[in-house]
Every structure is written in structure tokens, then in C-alpha cells.
């Protein structure tokens, strides 16, 4: 029964933002469009649709002129539901199956409009080249490549933050996730901004050598340089518009840490341009029963 009401909660936030096509100039409303990826993991990892479902949510009850709504999964069928948005949230699986691939033009359309991004997790994933990170490059100023960067399990401890809109009222905080890290970024680029930093320990890199396990550069990086690796960043294009990626969010428990919450909130609502409060965005700790009632159930 939570499952039907979910994807009716969804369906009725895709039929009312469909009525609304002012599009971008002169808007009081800012649209965020949230779309998650196909389930591929068991229950309580990437919760693509639960955890869309929640930040939908709390922006639209905490966030003073915003109508946010969530797609079905998978790339949204009517694809016009993006053309009015003012920021775009992916989150979803990534690599060669990412589902923005077949969506490139499109999308690049509409970061030539100034539209906003946000890639969580698995989203920050995909082929390096002209049709994949080179596009990340330009839009979110950075990307997950494999044989470069890697995808270990580890406790992150954030305890320093920049001068920046995103981390607006964020406290020191810790988070056991599946943090992304050594990415690949725009060089010499000062509109990129590092948002999260931490050094990772040495057991972050003990598996064998692989495309998203370990390499030498990155140990070269992490064991030897002992250089703090960025796992939130924060990026304005030339354009204006902006971009965010976040490589933590496999775990779906984690969103009741406030400040880890409050990062991936205060950058949504960066990203559509609208000004992030001093404190930044406050929202209620979700429960664990709020949390269990949006994951996906056991077949």
C-alpha cells in the first residue's frame, strides 16, 4: 500500500507540473525537476525514488517559492516536463548506462539557458570523451572516471567549509557512505569550488587495482601527497548557470544526518538560483520509519 501511494504522489506531482509551462524568464515560482534512475540495488541503497521523493518534499514545504516535482523513473517520457525547469536533479546510476546518454543534446540545450544541475551519487558517473565527461565538465565542472577516480566505503569527517552559498549554516559533521573520490575536475577553473573535503584513510584503498576500486595515481594522491579529496563541489558555468556533485547518497539512512542533509538542500536550491538562507535550508529530521516507507520492498 506505501508503495501505491508513493508512485501516486509522484504521477500527481508530474500531471501538475505538466499545466505549467511559463517557462524561465520573469518566474516567482522556481521548477525543480527531479529524476530518478531505476532501482538497481537492494533495499536501503540508492534509493533513487524514495530519496527524490524526500527532497522533493522538504524543498517544497521549506523552500519559499519553489514547485518541485519528481518524474517516474528511468529518463521521463514527455521530455517537455524539462524544457521550463529552472534546475535538474539526477539521481541515478551512472557509467555507460547512465540515462542522460541518449539525452545529451537536450540537455545541453538547456544549460545553454542557464539551467541548473545536480548529480547525486551514481549520477556524477560517466564515460570520459566528447559525448560524456567532457559535457560533465562543462555543466557540473567535474565528473567520476573510471581508472581514475574510486567508489570505496569509508567515514568521512567534515570539519572545514568555503565562503559559499551551499554551505550556508552547515556544521562539522560525519558520514559512512560510499564517498566518491579523486574525480576528475575543470583545471584552473576558479568558479569550481570544492564543498566537502576530507582525507580518506589508508583502507579506503586496500582492494586490488581496477576501474573503480584502486590505481596508482590515486594512491600517489591519498598515501603519499596526503591530499584532502573533494566529494561535493560546486560549479557556475560562463553561462551563469550552475552545477552541483555530490558523491555520497548510496546510503538512504544517511539523510537523517541534518548537515549532510543540509548540503544536497542548500545546493538544489543554489542551483535554481535562489538565494540560499544564512543559516541555510532547515528541513525536519526525517525518521527511520519515513525513511523505510519510501525505499523500495523486497520482491
Not at 21 to 45: A, E, F, W
Not at 125 to 150: H, K, M, Q, T, Y
Not at 221 to 233: C, D, F, G, I, N
Not at 262 to 287: D, F, L, Q, R, Y
Request: proline share 7%; aromatic share 8%; net charge negative.
Amino acid at each position: 500500500m506505501k508503495r501505491i501511494l508513493v508512485v501516486a504522489v509522484v504521477l500527481l506531482g508530474l500531471a501538475a507540473c505538466s499545466g505549467q509551462k511559463s517557462g524561465n524568464q520573469n518566474k516567482t515560482v522556481r521548477k525543480i525537476v527531479l529524476i530518478p534512475g531505476n532501482d538497481s540495488h537492494g533495499v536501503g541503497s540508492h534509493e533513487h525514488l524514495g530519496g527524490c521523493i524526500l527532497l522533493a518534499r522538504l524543498l517544497n514545504e521549506n523552500v519559499p517559492g519553489v514547485q518541485a516535482v519528481v518524474t517516474e523513473q528511468g529518463w521521463p517520457k514527455d521530455t517537455t516536463i524539462l524544457d521550463d525547469a529552472d534546475a535538474i536533479v539526477m539521481y541515478c546510476d551512472g557509467g555507460k548506462g547512465h540515462m542522460v546518454i541518449p539525452h545529451m543534446a537536450h540537455i545541453d540545450r538547456l544549460m545553454k539557458k542557464g539551467v541548473g544541475l545536480v548529480n547525486l551519487h551514481y549520477a556524477v558517473e560517466i564515460p570520459a570523451g566528447a559525448e560524456g565527461g567532457d559535457n560533465f565538465l562543462r555543466w557540473v565542472g567535474g565528473f567520476f572516471e573510471i581508472d581514475w577516480s574510486v567508489n570505496p566505503f569509508w567515514t568521512a569527517h567534515y570539519e572545514n567549509f568555503p565562503n559559499h552559498p551551499i554551505a550556508n549554516g552547515v556544521k562539522p559533521f560525519d558520514a559512512n557512505d560510499e564517498w566518491y573520490y579523486h574525480m576528475r575536475f575543470v583545471q584552473d577553473d576558479k568558479n569550481l569550488v570544492p564543498i566537502l573535503k576530507a582525507l580518506p584513510p589508508p583502507s579506503s584503498l586496500e582492494r586490488p587495482d581496477g576501474p573503480h576500486e584502486n590505481n596508482a595515481f590515486v594512491r600517489e594522491a591519498v598515501l603519499e601527497k596526503k591530499e584532502p579529496q573533494v566529494t561535493a563541489w560546486a560549479y557556475t558555468r560562463p553561462d551563469g548557470g550552475r552545477g552541483f556533485g555530490f558523491t555520497g547518497a548510496h546510503v538512504h539512512k544517511n539523510w537523517m544526518i541534518d548537515d549532510y542533509r543540509k548540503v544536497v538542500m542548500n545546493a538544489i536550491t543554489w542551483a535554481a538560483k535562489i538565494e540560499v538562507p544564512e543559516n541555510g535550508v532547515n528541513t525536519p529530521t526525517p525518521t527511520e520509519a519515513e525513511l523505510e516507507a519510501l525505499q523500495k520492498k523486497p520482491k
